[in-house]
């Protein structure tokens, strides 16, 4: 008797599905009702979210009861579906503003003399509003109601309900402000938590979660003729600073975040990372590492650093306008990864293409089998010693200089002398799933390969859990109008890739790379094959989508943000005395505003069949029901030198309905 799907026992179907990703778990239950039926058992899913996305807003729901494991991988699987395949489920004009930021799920905005906070990922139909001139009245008794003229007031950072602001009154005074912007404030100092006049603002920065808040400027001037970072850090429960002093991070190199080196706040550490090892460029050299500094959020002079390997600089000059590094979350450890994208001339040719670097921060874990193997390279480990809390000397950072044990055997060697500073070390194995260059081989010389020029992209970012690149681009040639007049339309292109068959056309394994051991390298076989270009929304969308997702004729600022489930940009704007339109495309089915209409949409690609039909309860257009109003909060933390306000001043914190709800331009596209 043949042996068929239906006929294997459900004991070998629950032990390969409990550890597959939700794109081959939904997958492998979309091949007939049999398998449809036994994957939705709970003990099976509940194993492969475990493993794969237990730190995702989905798996920590299901953790806690409020939706299924299955329900979770479907959900998962559905955004990480609609990013790769550039199908959007809403796009809508959620605010004006004068600038945002967008973090956590929560926009937060600066509109006319305004702080507003929304929850775009949880629909919220009410805004949290912080008045600036009753926050202002803090900070200095010279500034009247009318402030605008006199006062620069920039968004720095928003987390964990708490948004950080720098105040600059007449160009002469500094002032960083921490304010808590959740519904409801349960400190008893009130919702202004930080209130610090500033010696320095270069380069400022701002790094905090729920607890501690460290701030840092590019403003010491070390000995060696160049400036370097100093930190500074808040307490944010008990209201004081967290060190007598700062933390200087000597000969850390790199002032451009986001290009050179990024920050971030992750299990009670704070990190820093840079691209650069010296601050004059060596003449020779053969390695690139990257720096890797942390120190614990509660003991900020604990300082630890750790040198990383980046690359080989024979493989090629890179194009640094197109450079940009971020510190993300793996969704599936909680592990910090360095993302990096570099242009780089490919094979040393004329063409020069990009790639996104993936690579786990794991040279701080103890454990030598995980850290071996966190990047399938060996790290370099070395520490910075600790330094005791004294306002003598300043704390401990990365040497200028480290030795290297052994030159390669390369004739440019014999150009060195005392003065030069070389680095190198033995160029190490990359495995596929921690690149991921723009196009494969064949790609490269395709007609139909579509680029655009720097000026033209917008924004430019890589979403990790659906492997795909995200460009938000202006595609002016794109409208059925003459070129020379064409107005600008904003575009988003995307390009990403799946896992290839494990089997190759000559019916075997692919084989796992080997270390200098010969020791397999985990996950080295894995194989990845590209899913193309892809421009959304199509050339034939509805003029009212055009329109909404590019307001003005021509965009030539645009500010964007994304996370791993949607996209918020900012235009100019479309009237000369108007606010910068803030616009969000949503990939997450869940998030559906109150005021969506249906705004039917051919996808860019063709529907694939499905042979099962599934209920998809979770991604129907849902209208709820209007919600009242929470009554203004009065604010209860003014300090004793402050009058109540009069009947005429503006309370400090209020609760309205949304923006979005008056605007009332929201598209749901499917």
Not at 244 to 256: A, C, I
């Amino acid at each position: 008797m043949p042996t068929t799907l239906n006929s294997i026992p459900f004991d070998i179907w629950h032990q390969i599905a409990s550890r597959l990703e939700p794109q081959d778990y939904i997958n492998l239950s979309f091949v007939n009702r049999n398998l449809y039926s036994l994957l939705k058992s709970e003990l099976t899913a509940r194993n492969a979210a475990q493993l794969h996305i237990a730190h995702t807003p989905e798996g920590r729901l299901a953790s806690e009861g409020q939706i299924t494991y299955i329900k979770a991988l479907r959900r998962v699987y559905d955004v990480r579906e609609a990013v790769a395949n550039a199908q959007p489920y809403s796009a809508c004009l959620v605010a004006y503003s004068e600038t945002f930021l967008f973090n956590q799920g929560v926009l937060c905005y600066l509109d006319k003399n305004e702080i507003r906070t929304l929850d775009v990922h949880g629909a919220s139909r009410e805004e949290q509003v912080v008045n600036i001139g009753a926050v202002l009245r803090r900070a200095s008794s010279n500034v009247s109601t009318d402030f605008s003229q006199e006062v620069q007031f920039s968004l720095l950072y928003y987390s964990h309900g708490i948004v950080a602001c720098l105040c600059e009154i007449e160009e002469r005074i500094s002032w960083l402000i921490a304010i808590d912007v959740k519904p409801t404030c349960t400190r008893k100092q009130g919702r202004i938590l930080l209130l610090k006049r500033l010696e320095s603002t270069r380069r400022i920065f701002v790094r905090h979660n729920g607890s501690v808040l460290f701030y840092g400027t590019h403003s010491y001037f070390a000995g060696h003729g160049h400036h370097e970072w100093v930190i500074h850090g808040w307490d944010l429960v008990n209201m004081r600073p967290l060190t007598g002093r700062p933390v200087q991070l000597e000969n850390f190199v790199g002032s451009e975040i986001g290009t050179s080196i990024c920050f971030e706040i992750h299990d009670d550490h704070f990190y820093a990372i840079s691209t650069e090892t010296g601050f004059e460029d060596e003449e020779i050299d053969w390695t690139s590492y990257y720096i890797c500094i942390r120190f614990p959020t509660t003991k900020p002079h604990k300082v630890e650093w750790r040198r990383l390997w980046r690359r080989q600089h024979r493989e090629g000059p890179i194009n640094d306008t197109w450079t940009n590094i971020s510190l993300r979350t793996d969704v599936a450890t909680d592990q910090l990864m360095i993302i990096e994208c570099r242009r780089e001339w490919y094979r040393g040719g004329s063409t020069n293409l990009r790639t996104y670097y993936m690579q786990p921060l794991s040279c701080f874990i103890t454990d030598s089998s995980e850290s071996k193997y966190g990047t399938g390279q060996e790290n370099d480990l070395r520490a910075g010693s600790d330094s005791h809390e004294t306002y003598g000397s300043p704390s401990p950072g990365f040497p200028g200089y480290l030795p290297v044990p052994f030159l390669p055997d390369d004739p440019l060697t014999s150009t060195l002398d005392d003065r030069s500073k070389p680095n190198y070390e033995p160029p190490k194995k990359r495995i596929r799933l921690h690149y991921h260059p723009e196009y494969e081989d064949r790609e490269i010389s395709s007609p139909a390969r579509r680029d655009f020029i720097l000026s033209k992209t917008k924004y430019r970012t890589y979403n990790h859990s659906a492997s795909a690149f995200i460009d938000l681009v202006n595609d002016g040639t794109s409208t059925n109008a003459p070129t020379l007049a064409a107005p600008d339309q904003l575009r988003l292109r995307i390009v990403s890739r799946k896992r290839k068959c494990p089997v190759s056309e000559n019916g075997y394994l692919y084989p796992p790379e080997l270390d200098d051991d010969n020791t397999p390298i985990p996950l080295s076989d894995e194989r990845f094959e590209s899913r193309g270009t892809k421009l959304w929304p199509p050339l034939n969308a509805p003029p009212e989508l055009l329109s909404l997702l590019c307001p003005p004729k021509r965009c030539r600022d645009v500010a964007a943000a994304s996370d791993e489930r949607s996209v918020v940009y900012s235009t100019d704007p479309s009237t000369p005395d108007g606010g910068r339109p803030v616009i969000l495309i949503s990939f997450d089915p869940t998030i559906q505003l109150s005021n969506l209409r249906r705004l039917p949409m051919k996808p860019v690609a063709e529907e694939s069949s499905r042979p099962v039909v599934i209920d998809r309860e979770d991604i129907r257009l849902n209208r709820g029901q209007p919600k009242t109003s929470r009554p203004i909060e009065p604010d209860t933390g003014l300090s004793p030198s402050s009058s109540p306000p009069s009947p005429t001043q503006v309370p400090l914190f209020r609760i309205e309905p949304a923006m979005y709800l008056h605007i009332n331009r929201s598209y749901w596209l499917r």
